[in-house]
């Protein structure tokens, strides 16, 4: 299978029309992935329909969640060679490496819909929960619930579940707190179901070194910080509150 390559090319480019979006594209090095999966566009269709029902919407961003991590792991997950016996002979194979530091890092509460479909294909990593709210008048985001752990191991592979990358400061905050205690931002991954160019360029300005990936990235933000056109408040949709 060919390996998709981040394009270095201005954040103007996710502006195009959508039929042009879906090579990965970067903002300086912020290397931001739109994978051109069927099942993500589907499961992305879904997710924006007003009419969807909440059951639905959630399986939506759980789907979401499962094929974007699934994207997220090329190149980034460790391997190790073995050998293995086929009921024939021997044979060289490769596994994931089994002592690699993993962790999860769902922001609360939209968060949560992804984190069943990230943990189905990375079930050994462990889960720090972070619970943030942002203010609806300044925008601002403010911490309710922090697990992190006081010390990251060292080499840990970090993904975050963050549904709507609109303005970029709850994963500023959240990347903050990592690299404060001794991430390293080059080995963390995010995946997000829509992004909006200001979030983008907010987080290439701060953290150029981490990647994203998303299923869309929409044109702009409205005067409440909501990526239009959207889908809509996730964390309302997926819990009904």
């Known amino acids: 299978m060919a390996k998709k390559k981040a394009c270095l090319l201005p954040l103007q480019a996710a502006m195009l029309p959508p039929r042009l979006r879906h090579p990965p594209v970067a903002s300086q090095q912020l290397r931001v992935y739109v994978p051109p999966h069927p099942l993500i566009k589907h499961w992305l269709a879904v997710a924006r329909d007003r009419e969807t029902p909440m059951p639905l919407f959630r399986t939506a961003l ?29 044979a060289a194979a490769e596994v994931i490496a089994p002592n690699t530091p993993l962790a999860i890092v769902p922001i609360l509460r939209a968060g949560l819909a992804m984190l069943e479909g990230c943990q189905a294909l990375l079930p050994q990593a462990r ?12 925008l601002q985001v403010s911490c309710y619930l922090n697990r992190l752990p006081e010390r990251i191991p060292d080499q840990m592979r970090i993904l975050i579940p963050e549904p709507m990358l609109a303005t970029g400061g709850t994963l500023l905050w959240v990347l903050d707190e990592l690299k404060k205690r001794g991430a390293d931002p080059s080995l963390v991954r995010i995946v997000s179901v829509l992004a909006a160019p200001p979030g983008l360029q907010r987080l290439g300005s701060h953290y150029p070194m981490v990647q994203v990936f998303c299923a869309m990235i929409d044109e702009r933000l409205n ?19």
């Open 62 to 90: 759980v789907e979401l969640g499962r094929w974007l991590t699934y994207e997220a792991m090329r190149e980034w997950i460790p391997t190790q060679a073995v050998q293995v016996q086929t009921p024939l002979e021997a």
């Open 127 to 138: 889960i720090f929960h972070v619970g943030l709210v942002r203010d609806e008048e300044t």
């Open 223 to 241: 005067d409440r910080g909501f990526i239009l056109p959207g889908l809509g408040d996730a964390g309302d949709r997926a819990f009904g509150t």
